[in-house]
């Protein structure tokens, strides 16, 4: 992942989301193992960017872009990066399009990135 996007995100570690979403350490991995979230690794440490949770609750449009992204040969680092990055065509952060509700834009965005 790009120093400088970890260094401008903040993220949740795996301990503060079993407090948020009042679950076990097994379930919240599960939500990152099906996709409903997405972790890197920041200083060694499983980590889910903040902006991906909303509510208390995984983003919910966040899961079909991250299988989009993967099914396009995107690593889960990769998924991130190009979720937390400015982007052109949509004038932000795929992230923030996402949070706006403008999930089509993004997945329109995502055609083009299949390699």
Known sequence: MAENIARNTTYYTIPELVELFDLTPGKVRRLIEDHHLAAVRVDGVLSVPTEFVQRNEPLVPLRGTLLVLLDAGFSD???????????????????????????SAVRRATQSLAF
């Open 77 to 103: 680092d990769e998924a991130v990066d190009w979720l937390l990055t400015e982007n052109d065509e949509l004038g932000e952060r795929p992230v923030d399009s996402l949070i706006s509700g403008r999930k």
